[in-house]
């Protein structure tokens, strides 16, 4: 198992659980989709598995140890997390921060060598950041700063790659074109990826599979075409949901209808 | 006279930080990977050695200005037979001179230098935890602990520790004020740097009552406070310049050593987890570090504000956000500004207006400019 939650709950002081008794496990070299509504612990989820947050109750187990055991370099070694929003107010160049991937890989005042340095530049490749690689972080639009952010992942050579709503602010093309290469490093190198999605058709499209949360409690895990079903949509958002399967990009899409 | 030499080093500065930019520019279109790197770290290192040589300038510039004027060769001569212990070579100065520059002029040059260094360094480190390029020193209240530590001392006239209580009054005070801040801003998320700023804003506005009170209670001795309050170094000792140094020194250390993971905090406390940092615990580190060598800079001089806010944005511009070139050369940027200023105010201006007064009104009207033109590039 790559992650094994047991029982875990977690809350903010003086709040509701934010997270209730979840229990599961994710297996190496998947693709997962985390879906539910806003404030669902979809992010919260994301946070326990890269050891930012600490459950308040039950345990997450990494490769069958528990996480806090590890050191947090040790672990930004093999996870990598894409956040949704970013906000940087120095003036880094895109390629400082491509290279800061490399810094868990590196001790402490260690340069980056050739090694590290084709690595940064492959990132940069794949996701089409070569030609930004001298302008400042600053100046970039909100898309191109999360192709960056994108990047600094794959630089970080991850065995998991957390994505949360990480194409929630690219045009179309390159939304895909992310999502396509997040599928791809799963299929090549079986990394897996658990990855938070804000649109529930590119979910059906690229996961294995799928984990709906409603209200903190996981509702339901399994492959898409055993769990993606209106009963399921109409349950967790509330609308009612209609499923076919589109030939165009052959997978399951739905369409909905308050 | 020294003045137009510094004129003369200030354009020169001013000519390489342009030159220096394009050059940079230039350079990371024309070629990448480690040849660049190595370019880069070369380029760096001319700049830390030019700035040093700058400072060093500056301190003979400075100790030969005053009211007593020193030629340079008579100071040249001092210094060596100091450094190598010629007494005989010694005995040539005149004894006066001798009096003036080692026991009156060098430990303010000293002095001042010192605490330039350790704002702008403190100032770096500021903005970099706290995310947030317009905090300073002071943003957590270190400096208002300070000033009613001192207030207390001179509205009492309190006498526990000689000459020093002044001083170790205001360390106290400012180190108590931080562990308040700390106390308030941490929750179970941990330390949060809006939590931070909030904390630091309340406890600065209760003491700033609390000193209004002591100025009310002082009556006619209230002047003595203001001037405390508005910095000084007419009486530094060679003990401040010490004190000041032991800290900067270790502080340095410190900073330069967690320099990287500063850099990943830049990023959002969330990346720089994912990146192998535990923020809250990094927070506290630095947060410590530099808010102790504040108040110890503040404890010796006063409140000596736009150093810390104003250099760390200036060599910014030169080096580049990254902590490891950003923090020496904010230092030695820091040491020079301030060093200038007090030189300015001692032996330039026909009377001494206070340090504290002179960095605000060159400070602001740069920061206003810097600040002005950034909105007019966006």
Not at chain 1, 211 to 236: A, H, V, Y
Not at chain 2, 79 to 104: P, S, W
Request: proline content about 3%.
């Amino acid at each position: 198992m790559s992650f094994s939650l047991q029982k875990v709950s977690y809350s903010f002081t003086g709040s509701e659980n934010v997270l209730r008794d979840v229990s599961l496990d994710l297996e190496p070299g998947k693709f997962y989709g985390v879906l539910g509504p806003n404030g669902s612990g979809k992010t919260t989820f994301l946070d326990l598995l890269q050891g930012h947050k600490t459950a308040a109750s039950g345990r997450v187990l990494y490769k069958d140890w528990d996480i806090n055991l590890y050191g947090k370099k040790e672990l930004a070694r093999e996870i990598a997390l894409v956040p949704q929003d970013f906000v940087l107010h120095f003036p880094f160049s895109v390629r400082e921060i491509i290279l800061m991937g490399r810094y868990p890989h590196l001790s402490r005042f260690q340069m980056p060598g050739t090694k590290d340095i084709e690595i940064a530049e492959k990132a940069m490749e794949q996701t089409g950041t070569t030609k930004l690689q001298d302008s400042l972080i600053t100046e970039l639009s909100g898309g191109e700063k999360q192709r960056v952010i994108f990047a600094r992942a794959l630089a970080q050579t991850p065995e998991i790659l957390l994505l949360d709503e990480a194409t929630s602010q690219l045009d179309i093309r390159y939304g895909l074109e992310l999502m396509k290469l997040s599928s791809k490093l799963n299929q090549d190198q079986e990394t897996t990826i658990v990855a938070v999605f804000h649109d529930i058709n590119q979910a059906a499209r690229f996961c294995d599979e799928l984990l709906f949360f409603k209200q903190g409690e996981l509702d339901s895990l399994g492959p898409i075409d055993q769990i993606f079903s209106s009963d399921t949509l109409n349950r967790i958002f509330g609308v009612r949901a209609k499923i076919f399967f589109e030939p165009f990009l052959e997978s399951w899409q739905a369409v909905f209808q308050t | 006279m020294g003045h137009p030499r510094i004129e003369i080093s200030v354009r020169g500065f001013l000519f390489l930080i342009t030159k220096q930019k394009k050059d940079q520019v230039l350079s990371n279109k024309m070629t990448s990977g480690t040849k660049n790197n190595s370019n880069v770290f070369y380029r760096h290192l001319f700049l830390l050695v030019f700035l040093l040589f700058v400072l060093c300038l500056l301190i003979l510039i400075s100790a030969s200005m005053g009211y007593i004027q020193i030629s340079l060769s008579e100071l040249a001569q001092l210094f060596t037979a100091r450094i190598l212990g010629l007494e005989n070579m010694l005995e040539q100065v005149k004894e006066l001179h001798r009096t003036v520059v080692i026991d009156v002029r060098l430990p303010r040059i000293f002095t001042a230098a010192a605490v330039g260094a350790g704002l702008a360094l403190s100032g770096v480190v500021y903005q970099g935890i706290l995310l947030n390029p317009l905090a300073d020193p002071y943003t957590l209240g270190v400096s208002s602990g300070a000033a009613f530590g001192a207030s207390i001392v001179l509205l009492f006239n309190l006498n526990f520790f000689g000459a020093y209580t002044i001083p170790v009054f205001a360390f106290v005070f400012s180190g108590l004020t931080l562990l308040f801040v700390i106390y308030l801003s941490s929750s179970a998320g941990g330390i949060s740097s809006n939590n931070l700023i909030l904390s630091g804003i309340i406890m600065t506005a209760i003491l700033s009552a609390a000193i209004s009170f002591c100025k009310y209670l002082a009556q006619e001795k209230v002047s003595i406070i203001i001037f405390w309050l508005l910095g000084s170094f007419t009486s530094s000792t060679w003990m401040d310049f010490s004190l000041v140094m032991i800290f900067l020194l270790l502080c340095l250390g410190l900073f330069v050593f967690y320099s990287r993971d500063l850099n990943l905090i830049c990023l959002g406390t969330r990346m720089a987890s994912s990146l192998g940092v535990n923020p809250s615990k990094l927070r506290l580190i630095l947060l410590t570090g530099s808010s102790l060598l504040a108040a110890v800079c503040v404890s010796v001089s006063g409140i000596i504000g736009f150093v810390g806010l104003l250099i760390p944005h200036m060599v910014r511009g030169i080096t580049g956000p990254d902590h490891f070139k950003l923090l020496p050369v904010s230092l030695l940027a820091g040491a020079i500004l301030l060093l200038g200023a007090d030189t300015v105010t001692r032996a330039l201006l026909p009377s001494e207006i206070p340090i504290g007064v002179l960095t605000a009104l060159i400070g602001g009207p740069f920061f206003f400019y810097v600040f002005r033109k950034r909105q007019m590039a966006i």
